[in-house]
Structure formats: C-alpha cells, structure tokens
C-alpha cells in the first residue's frame, strides 16, 4: 500500500485506538451521577463519542470519497446525520433494546459495503443500489450503535430528554469537525496529482484497505458475539 494511502486512513482513526470505541469508565461516572438537565456536558460526550468513533468516521470518509460538490457532500451528510439520530433517540428514550454486537458488525458491514462500491463492485456485478437511501439505512444502524453503548449505564430520568437531545446535538458537531478534517485532507491528497478516481491508484489502494478494516470489524464484533 502506498503512504499516501495509509496516512489517508490514520486521518479515520483521530484521537482513538481501532477497538477504544465506547463510554469511558469517567465519563460512565458522571452519565450514572448526574442528576437533572446537563446540556454542556451531554453535547461535549456527545461530540467526543463521534469524534472517536473510528467506526463512524470510516464510514464518513467513504461516503465522502469520490464527492467533489459541497451540495451532493451536504446530502449525503444530512442523510446519514438524521439516520443516525433517529435511532439514537428511539433507541435510547424509547427504551428499544439491540445487541451491540450485531448492531456493530452491521456496522462495520456498512464500512466495507461503501469501500466496495467506490471500487466500482457493485456496478461489476450488474447491481444497483441507491446510494442515498443505503447511507440513510445504514445511518440508522450507525444511531443504534450509538444508542447500545448508553442503554447499559443507569442515566438519570431527570432531564432526560433534554440530555439525550443534547448528546445528539454533540453527536452532529463532532461529526461536522471530523468531517471537516477528512475533508481537508482529501483536497490536499487529491490537489498532490497522485489521486484517481478508480483504477489502479491511491484511491484504489485506500478503498480496498477500507473495506478490509470494515469486514475486520465485522469479524471483531461477530466474534464477540459469539464468545459473550
């Protein structure tokens, strides 16, 4: 693979280590010990959780990949914004129940499943699939995933709409910053002359080291599954 694919891919993995997704045992304290509206804090665990969740950002990045308009970039943004916050919303106040590991490797599915299409494999196969509504199906799984990782800690019913509401509200500006940076660093990659759009390319190596990180997270969580 080529340097300027993998330091591509370190740009996803900000902040985080590949398997450190999740509540940290700080700020689980402080999810279990407050009590009342907590809109602060909330949109900040909110923005953090986003901002590591290597999961969330793979995904994101190959979403983003081959859009050169900031119009189609806000759509598909937008479609995977309001996925997400749906479920995570459902999820968490309507008390809907999931198994995260499921909910994860669907997931990491989602990761391979876009690479696979940037690749031009589904076009290869003769399969057609509308890429808007596949990014909001998988945005709703990507909001379950958010909302699993809350589901077991013991929050407060106080000020419990207004916090939950305000952890998504971080969720979106956690996202738009991330998003900021993988934007950036695409325009710098793609102004160096070394980006294609398909083919035998950096773009080409990015994506096919993308879609193997999605099915290695798929096998993670499959096998936490499995074990637990």
């Known amino acids: 693979m080529t340097k300027a694919a993998l330091l591509a891919l370190a740009a996803l993995f900000l902040a985080s280590g590949l398997w450190a997704h999740g509540v940290a045992d700080q700020d689980e304290i402080f999810l279990t010990n407050n009590e009342g509206l907590a809109v602060g804090p909330y949109m900040y665990l909110g923005a953090k959780h986003m901002v590591t ?3 969330h950002l793979a995904f994101l990045a190959g979403v983003i990949f081959f859009l050169y308009r900031f119009r189609d970039v ?3 943004v937008t479609l995977f914004a309001v996925g997400h916050s749906v479920t995570l919303l459902v999820g968490v106040l309507g008390g809907i129940d999931a198994n995260p590991f499921l909910i994860d490797a669907i997931v990491g599915l989602s990761v391979a499943y876009k690479a696979f299409e940037n690749l031009g494999g589904l076009r290869a196969l003769g399969v057609r699939i509308d890429t808007r509504a596949a990014v909001l199906v998988f945005g709703l799984f990507h909001g379950f995933g958010l909302a699993t990782k809350l589901q077991p ?3 407060s019913g106080s000020g419990l709409v207004g916090n939950i509401v305000s952890f998504n509200v ?3 500006l956690g996202q738009f910053a991330a998003l900021a940076i993988i934007l950036l660093s695409f325009n710098l990659w793609r102004a160096s002359g070394h980006f294609r759009r ?3 390319s950096h773009g080409f190596a990015a994506n096919a080291a993308l879609m193997t990180v999605g099915f290695l997270l798929v096998a993670y ?3 936490g599954y499995f074990l637990s």
């Open 53 to 55: 969740g290597y999961d």
């Open 153 to 155: 800690v013991e929050i």
């Open 170 to 172: 971080g969720v979106e």
């Open 74 to 76: 806000a759509l598909y």
């Open 198 to 200: 398909r083919g035998h």
């Open 221 to 223: 969580q499959l096998t």
